[in-house]
């Protein structure tokens, strides 16, 4: 697994905090969509693939744009690349808590979020899983500060299949926490909110972070 995609997952996974706290009560929420009669997990698992299926989607397209971008881009310096690595950092500061200025983000896909998110109401109470795949796919475009910079990240994946692997394995990081969340599973939870945890995982981003902007900067000289 390339360093890219490990760093990808680790923020999907130490941020599964953060998504439990905006998506965790949609997800458990949604349960009352479920026919009775019916096995709600596969209902869950669904909506979860919905989820990633758009995070994914986006990342094809970050990863494409970023491509266009980094040809018309008359320069040496990959500006791109330390653009992620920066998005990096700031990653692993917003997960570690010291600095939360990434929420700022959440503000700039209040439009777009203004235009979907009515979609949804039509699609409950579900019929069967595809209905709540779609509701999730729905719901991946929520606004969200996390999700938003690791798009910015993914611009510098190089194409478009890359920055949709890269928005996958952040969707995969996300999983294990807001399936939990969905079926009323509290086993993850504390685990995750653990300090040390989550102090371990930021440290771990920032210093990949660091090295990707010192192999950037070195290998420029």
Known sequence: MSLDLLSAFLIGLAGAVHCIGMCGGIAGAFSFAIPKDKAPLPFHLSYNFG???SYTI????AGY???VADARISTQI???NILSAVFLLLMGLFIGQWWMGLSMLEKAGGRLWKRLSPIGKHLIPFKNPLYSFAYGGIWGWLPCGLVYSA???SMS???ALNGASVMFMFGLGTF???LSAGIGSQTLKPILQKNIVRQITSFSLI?????LLFNILTSNN
């Open 51 to 53: 989820r990633i299926f």
């Open 58 to 61: 986006a990342g094809a397209i």
């Open 65 to 67: 744009l970023g491509s």
């Open 78 to 80: 990959p500006v791109l």
């Open 151 to 153: 798009l910015v990240w």
């Open 157 to 159: 994946a190089g194409n």
């Open 176 to 178: 294990p926490a807001l």
């Open 207 to 211: 210093f990949i972070a660091l090295y």
